[in-house]
């Protein structure tokens, strides 16, 4: 079956009408294109595990606030809509801007707790725009399973709970973050790097991993280990928005690491860019502390 594009709610949901009277199982992948190998492998999830694909492709501008780079997002529909047939999607999902935000239009989905920190303290309204476009986009495809990446650790979690706090008929899955060869997490704003912010900018993976050794060699103070991840930023002249140690569940602050599942989150500018990226990690309990 060959891609196809559609351009507004009711021609989406007469093309998902055949499959969703036949049982079959649709997958969503939510995005707002520029794709890259993250992008296709969430793709390609979406189709190794359900029977139609649905790729949703949006830059929501409610998500940004009027200080970031809506206006210089990168655009390419015909380059990402020969990515998403080639990764196996049916349908593409490309409406405009009026076409989600109609005239009158006034309702905001807000979730709250989980968005009070990292990017939510950094980005005030961010995840307002992200919960409302995700919520549409969820009543507008009825999929079975959503796929969202790991790279961007806290949305998940966001979108996880409006699911769980609305009734959505809807899995959320997560999978993992994919690298460049040299670490640095895929995103589609890495097009804003040249070639020495490029080089720079592995700098955040190389922070995270050097906080995980210090968690590894048995440091359990949070401040120790993000001051261990920092350092490594400095050396690549970055300064973190911020470098934390949350709950991977809650992403409440961790007085002290002491077990469990454990969120290293960082967000920094590199160059003209903002980049986030992070890691999971479970503390095995009854670890000796570092003497």
Known sequence: MSLRIVRSVAELRAALEPA??????????????????????????????CDV???????????FAPSEDLSAYPRDEARDAAIAERAGVDLLFAPPVEEVYPGGFATTVSVRGLTDGLEGAHRPGHFDGVATVVAKLLNMVQPAVAFFGQKDAQQALVIRQLARD??????IEVCPTVREADGLAMSSRNVYLGAEDRARAVGLRRALDAAERAIAGGERDPERVAAAGRAVLAEHGIEAEYFALVSEETLEPVAKIDGGGLLLAVAARVGPARLIDNTLVTIPNGVPERA
């Open 166 to 171: 609305l009734n959505m008929p809807v899995r």
């Open 20 to 49: 969703r009277r036949a049982g079959r199982r649709i997958g969503l992948v939510p995005t707002m294109g520029a794709f890259h190998d993250g992008h296709r492998s969430l793709m390609e999830r979406a189709a190794a595990t």
């Open 53 to 63: 694909v649905v790729v949703s492709l949006f830059v929501n501008p409610t998500q």
